[in-house]
């Protein structure tokens, strides 16, 4: 197993090159899987726990795991072997419904959450305990961080996208651009120049982020386009903002090269995966993308031919979630 980045393959014993892939499964199982060799390195069983597993999150230095499961959120310490989680954010002040969403502040203060239960919460991991809580008035399906760490961006069942300011702790704007058509993922470019939403019908919508001080409106509208015929379940940014990957119950994963003119191209459909695909990954070079899938399988693609280059097998059901670091820590 090369621990440095998935691009270089050599080895090195500098831990924070490291590749850390981990999977969630129906089977209520965590993985993590050498990234090259495809063997499971590590099984979090969760025996005794009940609950699936929704999403995943590592700790941008590598250092923990966020797994949401059910209506709770288990922190793990990624270096220990221990099943046991070291945080779980759940109780009277927690979620009462399932948690669909979870990310990690970028300097690792804090995690922030969405549910069903029409909520956002901002955890704090040195105290355990939710400093800010945002109701949503609609379940939650998806919340990213804006790259300025400032702002979160929510998408709902309702069909609406809201922007959130940490600071002044309201929902800032709110877009509808489907109506009443449930938004399932949202991803923000990471310059932060632009975001694009996803919704059930497959279709994708783009607004280019301006910058607060101009005359233009905050979110501007500048296009859409039909990327499924079928339900969208993850649309993610590559970090290079070259690409866009869409997943989808048709059982494919598309690739949209992105225009300086903000114009969406698609360059590759990615097939292979038997049933529905429901999350994915890039590598932090953007050259490679994880998929996880019902068909009980994670694969690894490689960008530049649209190739499986590795697949993940051992759970037992469908994957739903897949996490990746190869970056520096």
Not at 14 to 27: A, E, H, M, P
Not at 28 to 47: D, K, Q
Not at 122 to 133: A, E, F, T
Not at 161 to 183: F, R, Y
């Amino acid at each position: 197993m090369p621990a440095q980045s998935l691009t270089s393959k050599g080895t090195s014993g500098r831990q924070d090159l490291s590749v850390i892939l981990v999977t969630g499964s129906y089977d209520h199982e965590i993985r993590f899987w050498e990234a090259w060799s495809g063997i499971c390195s590590r099984t979090i069983a969760r025996s005794g726990e009940s609950g699936q597993v929704n999403r995943l999150a590592i700790s941008p230095d590598k250092r923990l795991l966020a797994a949401a499961i059910h209506k709770k959120v288990n922190i793990y310490e990624i270096s220990n072997l221990s099943n046991t989680p070291i945080q779980t954010f759940d109780g009277n002040v927690g979620h009462t419904g399932n948690v669909t969403a979870v990310s990690f502040h970028m300097e690792g203060k804090w995690v922030v959450t969405g549910s069903e239960d029409g909520t956002i919460k901002i955890w704090d991991l040195r105290s355990g305990q939710p400093h800010r809580n945002y109701d949503n008035g609609a379940p939650v399906n998806d919340v990213c961080i804006h790259p300025n760490q400032g702002e979160l961006i929510s998408c709902d069942q309702a069909g609406s996208i809201k922007l959130w300011d940490l600071s002044e702790n309201v929902c800032m704007l709110d877009l509808a651009p489907a109506g009443d058509v449930p938004i399932r993922s949202v991803t923000i470019a990471s310059d932060g120049s632009c975001l694009v939403a996803g919704n059930n019908k497959g279709k994708c919508y783009v607004w280019k982020i301006n910058e607060e001080s101009s005359e233009l409106p905050r979110f501007q509208a500048i296009t859409k386009f039909q990327a499924h015929s079928k339900y969208l379940t993850r649309c993610l940014l590559s970090p290079d903002v070259r690409f866009l990957a869409t997943c989808s119950a048709d059982t494919t994963v598309k690739i949209w090269s992105i225009g300086r003119s903000w114009e969406f191209k698609l360059e590759k459909v990615l097939a292979g995966h038997q049933r529905w695909v429901w999350d994915c990954a890039f590598s932090a070079d953007s050259a490679y993308l994880v998929t996880a899938s019902s068909d009980h399988v994670a694969r690894l693609w490689e960008m530049a031919s649209g190739e499986t280059v590795r697949q993940y097998n051992g759970h037992h059901k469908a994957v739903v979630c897949c996490a990746l670091h190869d970056g520096a820590g």
